[in-house]
């Protein structure tokens, strides 16, 4: 199923796949809503979660960010691609999407998948319940065991950092600042091989 399911993300083109993630995150969203308007007694529970004026959001989500990019950054260095390859989908995604495009996309991500998997799941059912279906959501990661390790471990830590906290905007704000750099970067990265080949 899994190979079959890479098989035709690779075919898509980068309309293709960026319109399938918007869809994606679209079904997610509704799934968050059917789901928290069944589980919480009030919408008034829910909104408990969201606190603007917590200093934390930018001391504890900037932190974690900082802390996950300079782990994977040193992961991307010294092992090998083929372990953290996610088969060139997201390059194949990012790689054109300008700047603030890119704001926009990881952004819709890091709210809608924390809505879901950190203010529904993890509220009723617990950490490892959400970190396990976090991990399953991402199914393209499963026949990649580091990707799957650095999914779950990722998801279970942002779930520690709520249990903590208990406002979702710092686990939205860490999650966007991951997303949003390992984005940016493949499209830095693929402007730099432009401009090489052009001086080539």
Known sequence: MVSK?????KQLTEK?????????????????????????????????LWDLKDVKIITWGASFAFFVIIIDLFIMKFVPKHLYDDGGINEKMFRRLPYGHILIVTMIISVTEEILFR???????????A???FALAHIRYLRKWLLLITVVVLSFML?????VTNNIIITIFAHFLIDLFFASKIRFDYLQSRRGEKYE
């Open 16 to 48: 293709q796949l960026l319109f399938h993630l918007y869809m994606t995150q679209l079904l997610l969203m509704i799934l968050a809503l059917i789901i928290g308007f069944i589980l919480f007694d009030s919408w008034g529970e829910f909104t408990q």
């Open 5 to 9: 399911q890479e098989e035709i993300v």
């Open 159 to 163: 779930g520690v950092m709520f249990e």
């Open 119 to 129: 203010g529904v799941l993890q509220v009723h059912s617990g950490i490892w319940i």
């Open 131 to 133: 970190s396990l279906i």
